[in-house]
Nanobody, 129 residues
Framework: QVQLVESGGGLVQAGGSLRLSCAASGRTFSSYRIGWFRQAPGRDREFVVSISQSGGSAYYADSVKGRFIISRDNAKNAVYLQMNTLEPEDTAVYYC??????????????????????WGRGTQVTVSS
């Protein structure tokens, strides 16, 4: 089992940047693939990006491709989400999530909420126009 804690959220102007962190407990963090999701008020929780256990593969939602960058440091049990050129539409609570099974392959990038049994509590990101 793994516990996840997000941090780094805040208020930023449109065009600005934020870096979110997801800190994980547990000795087997490197065996988990990680996903970031977000939920805006009144909307469903949506997929943002996923990263493989080694960090060698990542898959981005079209809405953030080219603006967000995911990375992980397994030695520090951490995953990072660098968010650039932020837009008001990026305003949401951002969650990191972990799943222990499966490997990335063509067409399989674990974009569904059901792919992740472990979730953090989220961190608020607000982008002002």
């Amino acid at each position: 089992q793994v516990q996840l804690v997000e941090s780094g959220g805040g208020l930023v102007q449109a065009g600005g940047s934020l870096r979110l962190s997801c800190a994980a407990s547990g000795r087997t963090f490197s065996s988990y693939r990680i996903g970031w999701f977000r939920q805006a008020p009144g909307r469903d929780r949506e997929f943002v990006v996923s990263i493989s256990q080694s960090g060698g593969s990542a898959y981005y939602a079209d809405s953030v491709k080219g603006r967000f960058i995911i990375s992980r440091d397994n030695a520090k049990n951490a995953v990072y989400l660098q968010m650039n050129t932020l837009e008001p539409e990026d305003t949401a609570v951002y969650y990191c999530a972990a799943g222990a099974q499966g490997a990335f392959s063509s067409g399989i990038y674990y974009t569904g909420r059901d792919d992740y049994p472990y979730w953090g509590r989220g961190t608020q990101v607000t982008v002002s126009s």
